[in-house]
């Protein structure tokens, strides 16, 4: 499937300091990309770069097949965004807050601005002040403003930032609806692991300017999501006889337990080599490995394989 959004070899410094070295990255028509990194990775200015706001130091950018060079703008009507946190005019109502936007982005539609406000769940509160919006309100606007002129893709630097558990799963699901409903394709940044995995088609995983990994979510799932722990009394002698079964895939867990994630194994055959094989096997039973520990992992540099 083609990219809306190619990357390759992105390099970018800052005063000659690397702050995102050979960045290579692919974003599918219609999906939700999480940015998954810790604060100060580079997410945005990856995201700045995307959005022709700075220019890369080399490599290459392609947004719907097209190369992003100095003059190219024509490309950011079809794109929203929100990057870092948005601005508003305080002492405007929220609708002409939306109003000025698409008057400054030559959008003379004029039903868009209640369209965007009810999309968001705003419907209501349109005439309402901006200085007696909340937190959640604000980003929920903001989102409104970066759809309001129907693009075709949305990029949201840590759109969840400061929004409490509730008005991070509205933000969630209203995600998963523009994806869903309206095909827009999303890139969210952010650097808490559990607001991106339940969404994200795609995750990218960014750690000091360097993409760690580029993951689709469905094979993460296939992948690791089970394991067989097994806790016995001598690791040593269980590692050799899981070499000689040709299990590869497992990984030390403590001095006592073994996890296996190839998933074609059999629990009782394992158990039963064990035992011929004089170890004491205290328990054997499957369980679930959470995506939190698997992203923290490759943050971490650690591998599944022992
Ligand atoms: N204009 C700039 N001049 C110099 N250094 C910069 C500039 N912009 C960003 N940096 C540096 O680049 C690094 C990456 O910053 P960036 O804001 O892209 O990270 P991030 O992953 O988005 O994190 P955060 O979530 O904290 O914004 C940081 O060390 C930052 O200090």
Do not use: W
């Not at 002492?91 to 601005?113: D, F, P, Q, T, V």
């Not at 965007?116 to 309402?128: D, R, S, T, Y």
């Not at 604000?138 to 558990?165: F, H, S, Y």
């Not at 827009?184 to 990994?213: F, P, R, Y």
């Amino acid at each position: 499937m083609e990219s809306v959004i190619e990357i390759k070899q992105l390099n970018k410094s800052f005063k000659g300091v690397e702050t995102i070295s050979s960045v290579n990255m692919n974003i599918r028509p219609g999906e939700i990309y999480g940015f998954l990194g810790p604060n100060g990775a580079g997410k945005t200015t990856i995201m700045k770069m995307i959005l022709n706001l700075i220019k890369p130091t080399s490599g290459d950018i392609k947004v719907f097949n097209q190369p992003v060079t100095r003059t190219s703008y024509q490309y950011l009507s079809k794109i929203g965004s929100i990057i870092e946190y948005p601005e508003f005019y305080e002492r405007l109502s929220a609708k002409e807050n939306l109003e000025l936007h698409c008057e400054y982005m030559g959008i003379y539609e004029k039903k868009a601005a209640d369209e965007a406000l009810k999309i968001v769940g705003l419907q209501g509160v349109e005439n309402k002040k901006i200085s007696e919006f909340s937190l959640g309100m604000k980003q929920r606007l903001g989102i409104a403003r970066a759809i309001v002129t129907k693009p075709e893709i949305l990029i949201l630097d840590e759109p969840i930032n400061g929004l409490d558990p509730i008005g991070i799963k509205e933000v969630r699901e209203l995600l998963v609806l523009l994806k869903e409903e309206y095909g827009i394709t999303i890139l969210i940044s952010s650097h808490i692991v559990s607001e991106i995995e339940s969404i994200a088609d795609t995750v990218g995983i960014l750690q000091h300017g360097k993409l760690l990994k580029e993951v689709r979510m469905d094979d993460i799932r296939k992948e690791t999501m089970e394991y067989l722990e097994i806790t016995v009394d001598d690791l040593k002698k269980t590692t050799n006889v899981l070499e000689s079964l040709n299990i590869r895939n497992y990984e030390i867990a403590s001095q006592q337990r073994v996890r296996i994630f190839d998933e074609n194994n059999s629990s009782s055959q394992i158990n039963k080599e064990l035992i011929v094989n004089g170890i004491v096997v205290h328990s054997i039973e499957k369980q679930q490995q959470h995506l939190e520990e698997y992203f923290l992992k490759l943050i971490n540099g650690g591998s599944q394989h022992a």
